[in-house]
């Protein structure tokens, strides 16, 4: 299966130096029946896509914990066996959790996809987006659409060997 670790530019260079992501358990977002239920869509590509997007915001949450952190999303996309994903099913179709699965371990950084990094030009939206993230979630729409804001910006692809020229800018 794959799966979308939301993480910073710091917690991707620990991740680099330690050789894996976590410990565990680690958060992360994948295509669960919740997610397949609330997008409706056979399309394996687009559901992926909606998953590496809730991946995004969960790297939202991450920066907004993190001030010091530079302001980009990353995420990091790997391929896990199935049985070592956990999704609640008693959380899939509430709104904050969609998509949303655990992982108990500690993952090789090997097993990485590829990694998923805001571009330059995107900084700023995100850094607002990060600070708007508290209000937004009390409900204030000026600020949920700062935090939409981030969502205009698509994030880059990038192979896994890159990561040291990634974590190096």
Do not use: C, N
């Not at 794959?2 to 130096?17: D, E, G, K, N, S």
Request: overall charge negative.
């Amino acid at each position: 299966m794959r799966v979308y670790v939301p993480l910073t530019l710091p917690a991707l260079a620990q991740a680099h130096r330690a050789g894996e992501l976590g410990p565990g358990p680690l958060t992360a977002y994948a295509v669960t029946p919740g997610l397949r239920e609330w997008y409706v869509s056979d399309d394996i590509e687009e559901l992926e896509y909606v998953a590496l997007t809730r991946a995004a915001h969960g790297s939202l949450r991450l920066l907004a914990a993190d001030p010091g952190a530079v302001r980009k999303r990353v995420v990091v996309a790997v391929d896990i066996a199935d049985g070592a994903v956990h999704a609640d099913p008693d959380r899939a179709l509430d709104p904050d959790a969609l998509g949303e699965v655990r992982l108990e371990a500690a993952v090789p950084l090997a097993k990485a996809a590829a990694v998923h990094v805001d571009a330059d030009d995107a900084a700023v939206d995100v850094a607002k987006a990060a600070e708007a993230l508290a209000a937004a979630d009390g409900g204030d729409a000026d600020a949920q659409f700062v935090v939409d804001g981030a969502d205009d910006h698509e994030l880059l692809w990038f192979a896994t060997q890159e990561i040291e020229h990634l974590i190096a800018g």
